[in-house]
């Protein structure tokens, strides 16, 4: 059983940075997705970024530019860099690992496809 733990979150001004990480333990593999989802308010999760172990990564349309996804797998860390933070990107964030076999149903960036979830960390963007 995998474990999620993100932190990272907080406060800013519109414009402004902050750095998620997720610390994954219980799971040694290295074979499987790992992504980060946010859910504003009165909306589904959605898919912010992921990273696969080939090091591909897709962004949300909304993000890319601004968003960077890493890991360290010495650390067992996922990374989310924001950059250009906007007042629209305030909502909870959540990170995510695919280690089942719905990784290969659906894409990266789709909630489906995860079976482990952090509890998530709070962004907050001012104006």
């Known amino acids: 059983q995998a474990q999620l733990v993100e932190s990272g979150g907080g406060s800013v001004q519109s414009g402004g940075s902050l750095r998620l990480s997720c610390v994954v333990s219980?799971?040694?593999?290295?074979?499987?997705?790992m992504g980060w989802f946010r859910q504003p308010p009165g909306r589904e999760r959605e898919g912010v970024a992921a990273i696969d172990p080939n090091g591909s990564t897709p962004y949300a349309e909304s993000v890319k530019g601004r968003f960077t996804i890493s890991r360290d797998y010495t650390k067992n860390t996922l990374y989310l860099q924001m950059d250009s933070l906007k007042p629209e990107d305030t909502t909870m964030y959540y990170c995510?690992?695919?280690?089942?076999?719905?990784?290969?149903?659906?894409?990266?960036?789709?909630?489906?496809?995860?079976?482990?979830w952090g509890q998530g960390t709070q962004v907050t963007v001012s104006s």
């Open positions: 219980g799971y040694t593999a290295r074979n499987y997705y």
């Open positions: 995510a690992a695919a280690t089942s076999s719905t990784r290969y149903i659906y894409t990266a960036l789709e909630v489906s496809a995860y079976n482990y």
